[in-house]
């Protein structure tokens, strides 16, 4: 089975730090995405990626920033953390078009 | 870009008997529906998907039914179990293999 790995499933910042969630998947996929999940809104697209170096902005990318040097890892920056960013963070991986994403368990970020 | 609607927000069936749960979608060139099922404490996971050519599809006691015209698709879920509480998203894309997802109903089969 694929396996989308978030290094993290609790994290708590403070207001202003930096921020880094990592996700790690194992299958060789080539698109890769960060969704941020709130309770009546469902999961917002935040940034993805469909290549090495390659990413492109979703719906919210604003205070968001994300790297991904190898195939494998894609990571989420919050530039300046802030109590509104405080929400559960969700990484999916997927081969193609038109597959269904792989998620990973989930990070639950609180930011003081 | 795509709006996907999802109703209801939270659905209380007693065990044994059907659910049914509705998503409207806005963009016609739409043509991937899944279905994601999460329970707490996990991330959401792939349960059923149909695409465009395809008016309805089965698994087991889950189907899903689209209707292209109304730009809507419904999950069914018959002989409901209380394995089968958990959070249910639909979502729909075209072929640029992002995803935009439904709100989410919460799904709570009473015994």
Same mark, same amino acid.
Request: glycine share 8%; proline share 3%; hydrophobic share 30%.
């Given at each position: 089975?694929?396996?989308?790995?978030?290094?993290?499933?609790?994290?708590?910042?403070?207001?202003?730090?930096?921020?880094?969630?990592?996700?790690?998947?194992?299958?060789?996929?080539?698109?890769?995405?960060?969704?941020?999940?709130?309770?009546?809104?469902?999961?917002?697209?935040?940034?993805?990626?469909?290549?090495?170096?390659?990413?492109?902005?979703?719906?919210?990318?604003?205070?968001?920033?994300?790297?991904?040097?190898?195939?494998?890892?894609?990571?989420?920056?919050?530039?300046?953390?802030?109590?509104?960013?405080?929400?559960?963070?969700?990484?999916?991986?997927?081969?193609?078009?038109?597959?269904?994403?792989?998620?990973?368990?989930?990070?639950?970020?609180?930011?003081? | 870009?795509?709006?996907?609607?999802?109703?209801?927000?939270?659905?209380? *069936?007693? +065990?044994?008997?059907?659910?049914? !749960?509705?998503? /409207?979608?806005?963009?016609? &060139?739409?043509?991937?529906?899944?279905?994601?099922?999460?329970?707490?404490?996990?991330?959401?996971?792939?349960?059923?998907?149909?695409?465009?050519? *395809?008016? +309805?599809?089965?698994?087991?006691? !889950?189907?899903? /039914?689209?209707?292209?015209? &109304?730009?809507?698709?419904?999950?069914?879920?018959?002989?409901?179990?209380?394995?089968?509480?958990?959070?249910?998203?639909?979502?729909?894309?075209?072929?640029?293999?992002?995803?935009?997802?439904?709100?989410?109903? /919460?799904?709570?089969?009473? &015994?």
């Amino acid at each position: 089975d694929v396996k989308v790995t978030q290094s993290s499933r609790y994290l708590v910042k403070r207001t202003g730090e930096k921020v880094f969630l990592e996700c790690v998947q194992d299958m060789d996929h080539e698109n890769m995405f960060w969704y941020r999940q709130d309770p009546g809104l469902g999961l917002r697209l935040i940034y993805f990626s469909y290549d090495v170096k390659m990413k492109e902005k979703g719906d919210i990318p604003e205070g968001y920033s994300v790297s991904r040097e190898k195939k494998e890892r894609f990571s989420l920056i919050l530039e300046s953390a802030s109590t509104n960013q405080t929400s559960m963070y969700l990484c999916a991986s997927t081969p193609g078009t038109s597959y269904g994403y792989t998620f990973g368990s989930g990070t639950r970020l609180t930011v003081v | 870009g795509e709006n996907v609607e999802q109703h209801p927000s939270t659905l209380s *069936v007693q +065990e044994g008997d059907s659910a049914v !749960i509705k998503c /409207t979608y806005s963009d016609s &060139a739409s043509n991937y529906f899944p279905w994601y099922k999460q329970e707490l404490g996990k991330g959401p996971q792939l349960i059923i998907d149909i695409r465009s050519n *395809v008016g +309805e599809k089965k698994d087991q006691r !889950i189907a899903v /039914t689209l209707n292209k015209t &109304a730009k809507h698709f419904s999950l069914h879920i018959t002989e409901t179990q209380p394995e089968d509480s958990a959070v249910y998203f639909c979502a729909a894309s075209r072929s640029d293999y992002k995803l935009s997802f439904g709100a989410g109903t /919460t799904v709570t089969v009473r &015994a």
